[in-house]
């Protein structure tokens, strides 16, 4: 779409479907009869357009497959398109500035089926307010799900009003706002469905003995999912851990405060958690230790807790048998090395990802991995002192299930990437990064030798030696998931018939062979082709 056209003219549209097919009048590209109570269908190129015969519902369904742009050059075509595409849009992200307010009522009124909402303000301009975000609840009362960033004007009484008129709520995440425990407690008592839950540097909390503990509420009972981020004072949503029984999901990343106390209460309440992330967070191996009663531990990843060792680690694989995935940045403290490792690989046989940064395995952990681990599939070794040709020749000797292998800043050389020729026989990418000893003649032979192997090679001068994994570094490398959906940005007043003295080509992008079911076929075809890969 977004392609220009020679001339066409479009006299006239209407909003109902009609199934008798009008010859053109004249030579041009596009014509349409001038009589009011004619049909909506069009003559393109000579040959009668059928989309005019789909149904709402039919119409509706090839929209939701469109991109963002797409949908908004179609919503212009005419006023049947125009509503069509805005009642069947479910998910909504607008730029939540102050201004907004008096564009409400029109906004809503023709997307009045939308069911996920962000709302998101630039930092430097004033957001909206309590009215506007009750304006909006009134309107939206089925949502479930609401992102809110940067809506610093919002206080504990606009948010209070939202979760009164918003109870379906399943997916809250908030951002840089300056409400507190108030609004976020009000919140979990309303919204008695809410399964997961994202804070991010909330403002409005009070610090120290002051603060007011943020729930557990109705919520609790339903939340299997609990994000916090850079939060100065995220102890007190401690009541909420605790009290939230069905758990599966625990991220707590960059959170002030000894977290081993309150770790140790919430392993002992919440038992059937199967994902926990610790990220830059003062917790040691008491804390680890701790986390070993979630038996159903299956995703773990500590980045960057110089505080936890060996020791840690050995009580959770000696405890946490299903073990799946597992994430260690070590930081380079040297403080979680063979011991750990040698202990999950002894009791997590089902270990299917292995991500080390900054730690310093050897032969002898790597060896008993990849022998007792005989589904470990994804492997990433980055910035280890000890990952050398032996150690890789190793992998390719004895990892029989790998199929994903990222190398980065090791000391590996071409005679180590050569194992690779002839081992790993499920092996389908390999991606070396800023290792100084492997050349690009060692990938090209590689390439030559294995025709199915994908082989990236990148020396990466200019690329900033740290690679944590929560900033998308070695574990991109390792684990491919799928595309986020893009939020759909709208305009905040539906567009006039003022701007459509261009051509119906013009503004729908209908070249030659490419109409939109075309268009929109072809998309489900890249996706179900890209999901069977």
């Known amino acids: 779409m977004g392609q220009s056209y020679s001339t066409a003219a479009v006299l006239s549209r209407r909003e109902s479907n009609h199934s008798h097919i009008y010859k053109a009048k004249s030579t041009a590209l596009i014509s349409a009869m001038q009589d009011e109570e004619s049909s909506d269908c069009l003559i393109i190129d000579g040959e009668p357009d059928y989309i005019n015969d789909l149904p709402d519902e039919c119409l509706a369904f090839i929209f939701q497959s469109l991109s963002s742009g797409d949908r908004k050059r179609c919503s212009l075509v005419c006023h049947r398109w125009l509503r069509i595409e805005g009642q069947s849009r479910h998910r909504l992200s607008l730029n939540a500035q102050s201004d907004l307010l008096p564009m409400i009522p029109a906004l809503f009124s023709r997307f009045d089926a939308v069911t996920k909402l962000a709302l998101k303000c630039d930092r430097r301009s004033a957001s909206i307010g309590d009215e506007a975000l009750q304006a909006i609840s009134f309107r939206c009362r089925n949502l479930t799900r609401f992102k809110l960033r940067s809506c610093r004007d919002v206080t504990d009484a606009g948010v209070a ?103 140790q209460v919430i392993a002992d309440r919440v038992t059937c958690m199967m994902e926990i ?141 050569e194992a690779l020729a002839s081992g790993c026989p499920n092996l389908i990418k390999v991606k070396v990064k800023k290792c100084r000893g492997v050349t690009g003649e060692i990938a090209d032979w590689l390439r030559a030798s294995r025709e199915s192997l994908a082989v990236n090679l990148d020396s990466g001068e200019t690329e900033q030696p740290d690679a944590s994994a929560s900033d998308g570094g070695a574990q991109e490398n390792v684990v491919e998931f799928p595309p986020v959906p893009t939020q759909i940005s709208v305009p905040a007043i539906a567009s006039s018939s003022a701007g459509r003295s261009t051509s119906f080509k013009s503004r729908l992008g209908l070249l030659s062979g490419r109409s939109l079911v075309a268009c929109t076929l072809r998309r489900w075809s890249n996706g179900n082709s890209s999901s069977r890969n």
């Open 161 to 263: 009003a939202f979760a009164k008129n918003c109870k379906g709520l399943k997916k809250l995440s908030c951002g840089s706002c300056t409400f507190g425990a108030k609004g976020m407690n009000a919140i979990l008592d309303n919204c008695a469905s809410l399964e997961e839950l994202s804070v991010k540097r909330l403002r409005g909390i009070t610090d120290g003995a002051a603060a007011e503990p943020i729930g557990p509420g109705l919520a609790a009972s339903s939340l299997k999912t609990i994000c916090l981020k850079e939060l100065y004072n995220g102890q007190c949503f401690g009541p909420l851990i605790i009290g939230s029984k069905n758990l599966r999901t625990l991220k707590l990343f960059r959170c002030s405060g000894d977290w081993d106390k309150l770790l």
């Open 277 to 417: 992330h610790l990220e830059r967070l003062q917790v040691s191996d008491v804390g680890l230790s701790a986390i070993s009663n979630c038996l159903d531990l299956e995703i773990l990843h500590l980045v960057k807790t110089p505080e936890c060792t060996n020791l840690g680690l050995v009580s959770v694989a000696e405890r946490c048998k299903l073990l799946r995935k597992l994430h260690i940045d070590g930081w380079k403290a040297n403080r979680i090395g063979d011991d750990g490792l040698i202990a999950v690989a002894k009791n997590c046989p089902n270990l299917q990802e292995l991500v080390l940064i900054g730690v310093n395995p050897t032969k002898s952990s790597l060896e008993m991995l990849a022998s007792n681990c005989q589904n470990l599939e994804r492997l990433a070794l980055c910035g280890s002192d000890t990952v050398g040709d032996a150690e890789i020749s190793c992998i390719a000797a004895k990892c029989i299930a790998l199929k994903k292998l990222c190398i980065k800043s090791c000391p590996v050389s071409n005679l180590g990437m």
